[in-house]
């Protein structure tokens, strides 16, 4: 009798061992994978190099809000006309964000074209040189939506447009630095986040690295806010 008490008090202690190595070694998995998830959520966010980027606002504005676009893109055009206007007024001229443009290129070869003329705009005129001519490109986007199956943003167009606000030695540097494939370094960092983001087509818009999936200029803004609270 005494033999099987012994023998049944060593199998529960077994049992109890086993038992709270199963749960140390389930709690050390569950720390590991919340670990790699924190990781991956930070990767995520940091997944912007905003140096050398066209921006508009503030710069000690708490939030960055990116758009993915593309010069051929007529919902661009549509964002660019009727939904931009909101973020200009309420979130970028009132502190509360930076907005940043950024390239995905996807339509045609026009689409690579214009993103890269537009790409020596800013590299050889500057900031506020590339936001009017960035506009004025949009602007001149043909309504006709079979125009995104031919040419249209040729170098001569590129040219004219650009005409229109600066002067000539302007647009001849321009020109010059174009031709040279200046700017292929720029538009290729453009390319390189936006594949590694997984964007699929635009306009794509993130707010401190997370993408924006809601419909309305409210949505955006209620993001730019909660972003702003976790700074």
Request: charged content about 25%; some cysteine.
């Amino acid at each position: 009798m005494a033999n099987k008490k012994s023998n049944k008090t060593t199998y529960k202690k077994q049992k109890q061992t086993s038992s709270f190595i199963f749960w140390v070694i389930g709690l050390i998995a569950v720390c590991i994978i919340g670990l790699i998830f924190l990781s991956n959520g930070k990767s995520e966010t940091a997944a912007f190099d905003y140096t050398d980027q066209p921006v508009l606002g503030d710069t000690s504005a708490p939030v960055q809000i990116v758009q993915f676009g593309d010069y051929k893109c007529p919902v661009c055009k549509n964002f660019e006309g009727n939904f931009f206007p909101h973020i200009q007024e309420n979130l970028i001229d009132t502190g509360k964000a930076q907005f940043y443009f950024m390239n995905f290129s996807f339509i045609n070869v026009d689409s690579i074209r214009s993103a890269k003329f537009a790409e020596t705009v800013y590299k050889e005129l500057g900031n506020e040189a590339f936001w009017k001519f960035h506009k004025l490109l949009y602007s001149k986007q043909p309504d006709d939506p079979k125009y995104e199956k031919i040419d249209v943003f040729t170098d001569k167009f590129l040219e004219e447009t650009l005409a229109e606000i600066v002067d000539d030695s302007d647009v001849t540097k321009v020109v010059h630095a174009f031709k040279a494939n200046s700017s292929e370094k720029n538009w290729k960092k453009d390319m390189s986040t936006a594949n590694r983001l997984n964007v699929t087509g635009t306009p794509s818009i993130f707010v401190n690295g997370e993408k924006f999936t809601g419909n309305t200029f409210e949505d955006l803004e209620q993001m730019v806010d909660e972003a702003a609270k976790e700074k």
